[in-house]
C-alpha cells in the first residue's frame, strides 16, 4: 500500500500546531456487530473535528458513518468496518494529534 490515501487538509493543520493547544487523547476501538460485521468508533476528538474527519474519512474509505453521543455526553464517531489502521494514519497525515496520543484498542 506505497499509494497515500490521505493528503494533508490546506489550512486545516494549523488550528492545531499553536502552542497552547493540548493534544487530544483519541481512542480507536473496534465493536463486533457479529460474527462478519464490525464497527470502528473514535473516541476523544471535539465536534468540529468529529464533523470534518467524518465527511473525509466517508469519501475516502468508501464506508457509512455517524456521529453519536454517549453517556458522557461525549461525540463519538463511527464507521462501518476495521477502518483503525486508515482513521490513524488520516490523524497523523492532517497533525490533528501525534502518534503518542493515539490509543488502538482491540484484537
Avoid: W
Amino acid at each position: 500500500m506505497d499509494e497515500v490515501l490521505f493528503n494533508v487538509i490546506p489550512g486545516f493543520e494549523d488550528e492545531f500546531t499553536s502552542s497552547s493547544f493540548a493534544e487530544p487523547e483519541v481512542h480507536l476501538r473496534i465493536q463486533k456487530r457479529n460474527a462478519k460485521k464490525a464497527i470502528t468508533i473514535i473516541e476523544g476528538l471535539d465536534k468540529d473535528t468529529c464533523k470534518l474527519a467524518l465527511k473525509v474519512l466517508r469519501k475516502k474509505l468508501n464506508v457509512n458513518g455517524a456521529l453519536k453521543v454517549d453517556s458522557d455526553d461525549n461525540i463519538v464517531l463511527q464507521l462501518q468496518g476495521d477502518q483503525r489502521s486508515s482513521v490513524r494514519e488520516y490523524l497523523l497525515t492532517n497533525k490533528i494529534t501525534s502518534s503518542d496520543y493515539i490509543h488502538m484498542h482491540g484484537y
